[in-house]
């Protein structure tokens, strides 16, 4: 396989002298892999932190900033971060007003942000932890115990990141971090598999003329693997599987987000045909994000994520973000 990079041992490293680079507003500390915005800590403000192993870019480094993280902890590729990583985050972003851990559910995640949230309470800071585990496809996999951790990643730390902006007290950051997951289900499709610069090659197989259906964002397996399939027919299945699990009665929030191999003119008409889907199951859409954000390196394919909203929630999507990946109203 053709990448472009340095060697496989420095990957995540070069990546973040590159971000470093690239945003100015952001400190990141390379050798200790923390990426903290660059006014931390911000004074009364609740602080939020997350991470997880590189290779889901932008997902967590590239949503450091105002109206979102506070710091993320990149692991190496499809690793958890260590505790250590975590630790520094909180003491480089706490206030005085605690830290809000935010967690995909996989197994090295929850260990080390346990691990990570007793220490630092050790060393004074006040930390809560929420768990994402949007993912309908299975209940059990290679890498958790119960549904993986997702798209509503994104969500959780958008709208949470804008309560703690607004000077929210520690207890509703997270009373709103649980109610955006508990509103949000997710579903991914693979077309390809990705490859890891470690491997150099496809971490697992999907023949030619096959999909799997409900991959996890490290390539764990779906529900099902079937033959090629068309958008229209990807979107009846992936959406079925997410409508008949949330069941929402409100208005909701889409992403419809790339794998990392799958251009946008692909993405933009499997949006389309998720809200066709949307329209005919009688579900209101309030506002779609399009794009690559929770990605699996090279890995052609799509998820989508729905939020059941209420005023308040579509009120904190709404206000200003100012981060890398995700930006507007500032």
């Not at 590189?54 to 949503?63: M, N, R, V």
């Not at 050790?122 to 209940?139: F, W, Y």
Request: proline share 6%; with cysteine; aromatic share 4%.
């Amino acid at each position: 396989m053709k990448m472009l990079i340095n060697v496989a041992e420095t990957v995540v490293a070069d990546a973040l002298r590159g971000l470093a680079a690239a945003h100015p507003e952001l400190t990141v500390d390379v050798g200790n892999r923390v990426v903290v915005r660059r006014d931390a800590p911000v004074p009364g403000k609740v602080a939020l932190v997350s991470g997880g192993g590189s290779g889901h870019e932008p997902l967590h480094a590239g949503f450091v900033g105002p109206g979102m993280l506070d710091a993320a902890c990149p692991g190496e590729v499809f690793t958890s971060p260590v505790p250590d990583q975590m630790v520094r985050a909180a003491a480089a972003v706490d206030s005085g007003k605690g830290v809000l851990f935010v967690v995909k559910n996989y197994t090295g995640d929850v260990l080390n942000f346990d691990m990570a949230a007793e220490l630092a309470e050790d060393e004074g800071v006040q930390v809560a932890k929420v768990l994402v585990n949007d993912d309908v496809a299975v209940t059990d996999s290679l890498y958790t115990a119960g549904r993986r951790g997702t798209g509503a990643t994104l969500f959780v730390e958008k709208i949470a990141g804008a309560a703690a902006e607004e000077g929210a007290p520690l207890e509703r950051v997270e009373a709103v971090a649980r109610q955006v997951n508990a509103s949000s289900r997710s579903f991914g499709v693979a077309l390809s598999a990705c490859s890891t610069p470690a491997k150099g090659g496809p971490t697992f197989e999907l023949p030619p003329g096959e999909l799997e259906l409900g991959v996890g964002i490290h390539g764990e397996p779906g529900r099902e693997r079937r033959g090629t399939m068309t958008s229209r027919e990807i979107a009846d299945l992936a959406m079925d599987a997410v409508l008949d699990d949330l069941q929402p009665d409100s208005p909701v929030l889409l992403l419809v987000n790339g794998m990392g191999g799958t251009p946008l003119l692909e993405l933009y008409g499997f949006n389309a045909e998720v809200h066709r889907v949307l329209g005919e199951r009688g579900v209101p859409v309030a506002r779609t994000l399009v794009g690559n954000y929770v990605t699996s390196l090279d890995m052609a394919g799509a998820s989508v994520t729905v939020c059941q909203l209420d005023e308040e929630l579509l009120r904190l999507w709404d206000a200003p973000v100012s981060t890398p990946a995700l930006r507007w109203g500032r």
